[in-house]
């Protein structure tokens, strides 16, 4: 049998790994018909929303729902008191602590969940709030986590003992009652001994401000209780499903194969969607109670003020080095403020996350992090904000030190990154803070990235402009700002990566349909990554079969395997590792298939892209597509028919993306006014899947970098109150602020992934922040700053030329 | 509660006549009564454009107006723009250019940069990223946004050009 096609072109109708194919997902996207959480309707359905707490610290001494329950459409009011029956006034968030469902006698900050009003829709339910009293008793508020730490207020009752004393936490002894953990990585006593010693020391305290995620569709959920069955279906905008019908049996007690928990479309994450949320539970609650579906939807303000922070990060630095730059130390503790209930989402025996990758891209011998967790009168959360676990803040903790220490050394920042880089022939490469980085090749995309933007030219271009700016020739100064990072993503190995005793690994499972097509289902959920595009990319690649022939189905956990879902740059590395190993074992079936169909042993045929060939006389061949029938309809000995495969995959290793950003900066001392003249980004993710794709994550995460770093903040008075609740006072970036990106790569593919990928997603978020916020210091290094704190507004860039005195 | 009143508009070329109360916003309107949910809602004060629908030819976003504002208007949302069958150039550009991620701002952007093409058939880069700063989106950062109406609007110029 002959082809009429090339090799090359049975490649390209695969449509496999490595092509920018087009989105499928983009056809009802673009035509409106997308199906959010907000779009579900059914029969009956209900709408359920909050009274919220007006204070940040206040004591709840009446709730009164008579006057409610008589607004018209209002159906129920729901408070602790009635869920406490239940065991669900409280319930436990994913970092081992436990959060109020629906305030249990005190409110621990502004916009708490005080009384779940049910209507028949929105406006009755927003009738039905306005006439629940509520009667607070104000306490003192602490905002402060320094101030936390040092008060007599005790803000969580249950952190003080019979004995008056601190009790345990979950991650060991409190040092205070509104102390939270100690969490430790590396060696204490040489690493100070090192830094005692050392030729030269740089220190610095630097606050990462708290900020959110704010993806534009905010969270909710549709709970639907049907009593006759006696099951439960849940969609929600969940970023891990079956993590949360799991949670959600633990607490309500109801078996979790009764429960059908569905992420439908998601309008963004960010890591605002893998906690579990009050409102979640609310729904299910009411559902039951009222024998109807019932929603919950966010509305901005309560989005930002109450569900998933991420950052609010103290950090301060020490780094040591030989006179000629060579880093021999690093220190590091930060004073983590988590709000009113430790709610960040990170695996349990990493209460600071992966914090500890806060070594960098450097071969630094001796190191040492401590975190300490504090509660203070703020909302809970903690997430992490487009980025693998507390990674964006270690990325930014060592691109900062480097350059404060760059400083000190009067040496160029690029420089000294250069010469303290983890070599190629280093890999793999054990950190002195525990990981063991997989892969890498740092000075080639350092020194491709200098080449591209022409380094040296820009430092000269600088020089002039500082000489012009004193010379009062000009009013702009000119920044570059440099960024090298590595990430840790891909959590992780179920040996040391868990979420409530729930391992990290993920899931695919094939179904081949007799004509050649097939169904795959993956334990993780898109939230605009493409996965319904990218997976079938690997699929395709791996068991010859077009992409286009192949659905791609996440989100129902009635249908999907297990899996921990979408956050932290996960999905290619475990649930994409999973594919592969599923669509291997589709390959070792169909093998044996073919092997039977063309009369030979099964190690005389050998896979070549979309068919096996007889070795030696490739002519001789059967397709993917004439296997697939085969499974169905040929009685072969000693092979079950059918064509499935299933795969759990538990990662060896955390896979480590890096790259080198570089940003051009002019900024008018007067206003304060930042212009990005140039931003170039080399990513490495390993092994490419979808070009298109990724350089649309990379322009994404540049533009939430751009926005952390420039503006974007959560911030409170002194009385708690959130001062920025709307997007009026919190910095979305439009078209009109945002550059053009100029990207490139290096391919440095995992050693331990099947096909070699790292992940994408979050690698410009964590690069691009410290690199925009470099650019900025950067412009007045010249006039003697070493560090001022992001975010990076206009007033705060007018404030640090005007502290400089450069506005004469 | 106050007094319903009595509310027609078109809606994608369809007639609609019900009663509403005065407060009840046109993206409620659209979103609930009317089962078109093409439009969404991302913020409630007008930041955000993920609502945005035209109302007798203006951009407007659907959040902030209420219905009864609305009495007698002519309304295009996404849905009235293009289908399956008769697919917009914008529709075909934001897919081919990878214009969207998550999807959510998608219905907005499009509706809103329909609408700059018809008063700006030439727009430069600068009149795009100004004409669509009343919609925000979180995944893309813009580029290809931008490239997405470029290209939609060469093609449109080609087959007007073509059609002359």
Not at chain 1, 411 to 422: K, S, Y
Not at chain 1, 622 to 646: D, R, S, W
């Amino acid at each position: 049998m002959k082809d009429d096609i090339t090799r090359d072109e049975r490649v390209e109708n695969l449509k496999g790994m490595g092509c920018s194919r087009k989105r499928v997902e983009d056809a009802r996207f673009t035509q409106g018909k997308g199906n959010y959480v907000d779009d579900i309707k059914l029969d009956g359905m209900l709408f359920g929303d909050f009274v919220r707490s007006p204070y940040a610290h206040a004591r709840i001494t009446n709730i009164d729902t008579a006057a409610a329950l008589e607004v018209p459409g209002v159906i129920a009011v729901l408070t602790a008191a009635d869920l406490a029956p239940l065991g669900l006034h409280w319930m436990p968030t994913l970092a081992g602590d436990k959060q109020m469902v629906l305030a249990d006698s005190k409110v621990l900050f502004q916009g708490q969940e005080v009384a779940f009003v049910v209507a028949e829709d929105r406006y009755a339910a927003a009738d039905g709030i306005e006439a629940v009293e509520v009667e607070y008793e104000e306490l003192p508020v602490i905002v402060d986590p320094f101030d936390a730490l040092k008060s007599d207020v005790v803000l969580r009752e249950d952190t003080v003992g019979e004995d008056g004393k601190p009790t345990d936490g979950a991650h060991g002894p409190r040092k205070h009652h509104n102390h939270i953990f100690t969490w430790e990585a590396g060696d204490k006593d040489p690493t100070e001994e090192v830094i005692a010693n050392a030729e030269v020391v740089a220190e610095e305290t630097m606050y990462y401000h708290r900020t959110h995620p704010c993806p534009l569709e905010t969270c909710g959920s549709v709970a639907s209780m049907d009593k006759v069955n006696g099951k439960l279906t849940l969609w929600g905008t969940f970023q891990a499903p079956h993590a949360i019908r799991t949670i959600v049996s633990l607490i309500s007690g109801i078996e979790e194969h009764n429960i059908r928990v569905i992420s439908p479309d998601i309008g963004g994450g960010f890591g605002n969607k893998v906690g579990a949320y009050p409102g979640y539970v609310c729904s299910v609650v009411a559902s039951i109670v009222t024998g109807k579906p019932v929603k919950w939807i966010e509305d901005r303000m309560d989005n930002l003020m109450t569900t998933a922070f991420a950052r609010d990060y103290h950090m301060t630095g020490k780094i040591s080095a030989t006179k000629d730059g060579k880093i021999t130390g690093l220190h590091c503790h930060v004073t983590a403020d988590h709000g009113g209930f430790d709610a960040c989402a990170d695996p349990t025996k990493f209460p600071a996350g992966f914090m500890n990758i806060c070594t960098g891209s450097y071969d630094i011998p001796t190191a040492y992090l401590e975190v300490d967790g504090v509660y203070t009168n703020k909302a809970p959360g903690g997430v992490s904000y487009r980025c693998s676990f507390r990674v964006t803040e270690a990325v930014y903790f060592i691109e900062r030190m480097i350059e404060v220490l760059a400083i000190k050394l009067n040496m160029d920042a690029a420089e000294l990154r250069r010469i303290n880089f983890i070599k190629k022939e280093q890999f793999p490469y054990t950190a002195a803070l525990g990981w063991e980085y997989d892969s890498g090749d740092y000075h080639t995309a350092w020194d491709k990235a200098l080449e591209t933007v022409d380094y040296n030219g820009l430092r000269a271009e600088q020089e002039q402009r500082v000489a012009d700016f004193k010379a009062g020739k000009t009013r702009k100064l000119m920044g570059i700002g440099l960024s090298f990072f590595t990430e840790i993503v891909g959590a992780g190995p179920v040996k040391n990566c868990d979420i409530l005793g729930l391992g990290m690994f993920d899931s695919c499972e094939i179904r081949i349909h007799p004509t050649g097509s097939a169904i795959a289902r993956l334990g993780t959920i898109s939230q605009g990554q493409g996965h319904a595009t990218t997976f079938a990319q690997i699929l395709a690649s791996e068991i010859g079969l077009p992409a286009d022939s192949i659905t791609i189905e996440e989100g129902d956990t009635d249908t999907a395997p297990y899996g921990l879902g979408t956050y932290g740059s996960r999905s290619t590395p475990v649930a994409g590792a999973a594919t592969a190993m599923a669509g291997r074992k589709i390959r070792a079936k169909a093998q044996m298939i073919a092997a039977y169909l063309l009369e030979v042993h099964d190690n005389d045929v050998e896979f070549d892209v979309d068919r096996f060939v007889v070795k030696g006389a490739p002519e001789r061949f059967k397709t993917m597509k004439e296997i697939a029938f085969a499974a169905y309809n040929q009685a072969i000995p000693g092979v079950e028919p059918g064509l499935e495969a299933v795969s759990y995959y538990d990662p060896p290793n955390m896979t480590y993306p890096f790259g080198a950003y570089i940003c051009v900066m002019d900024i008018d001392v007067d206003t304060g006014v930042p212009e990005i003249r140039r931003f170039y980004a080399l990513d490495d993710c390993g092994t490419r899947i979808n070009p298109m794709i990724i350089e649309g994550q990379v322009h994404g995460g540049l533009t939430e970098a751009l926005a952390v770093a420039l503006g974007q903040e959560i911030a409170y008075d002194d009385m708690g109150n959130c001062k920025t609740g709307t997007l009026m006072d919190f910095f979305l970036p439009t078209a009109w602020e945002v550059p053009n990106y100029e990207t490139d790569y290096t391919v440095t593919p995992s050693p331990h992934h099947p096909i070699g990928a790292k992940g994408v997603g979050e690698s410009p978020h964590v690069g691009g922040v410290p690199c925009f916020s470099n650019a900025v210091q950067d412009a007045f290094r010249p006039f003697g700053n070493t560090h001022t704190n992001m975010p990076h507004d206009h007033w705060r860039i007018w404030k640090t030329a005007s502290d400089l005195g450069l506005h004469g | 509660m106050s007094k319903k009143m009595h509310i027609k508009l078109k809606v994608n070329g369809k007639d609609e006549e019900f009663l509403a109360e005065p407060r009840e916003l046109l993206i409620y309107t659209l979103r609930e009564r009317l089962n078109i949910t093409g439009p969404h809602i991302g913020c409630e004060t007008s930041h955000c454009g993920a609502c945005t629908v035209t109302i007798n030819g203006k951009s407007v976003k659907s959040c902030t107006m209420f219905a009864a504002q609305a009495d007698g208007a002519e309304v295009t949302t996404i849905e009235g723009i293009g289908g399956p069958d008769n697919l917009h150039p914008l529709q075909e550009a934001f897919r081919e250019h990878h214009g969207l991620q998550c999807g959510y701002c998608t219905p907005g952007m499009i509706t809103r940069a329909s609408k700059l093409l018809e008063e700006n058939p030439n727009p430069t880069e600068e009149e795009i990223r100004f004409g669509m700063a009343g919609n925000i989106c979180r995944c893309t950062g813009y580029q290809n946004i931008v490239k997405s109406i470029q290209a939609a609007a060469t093609e449109m110029n080609a087959a007007k050009e073509a059609a002359e």
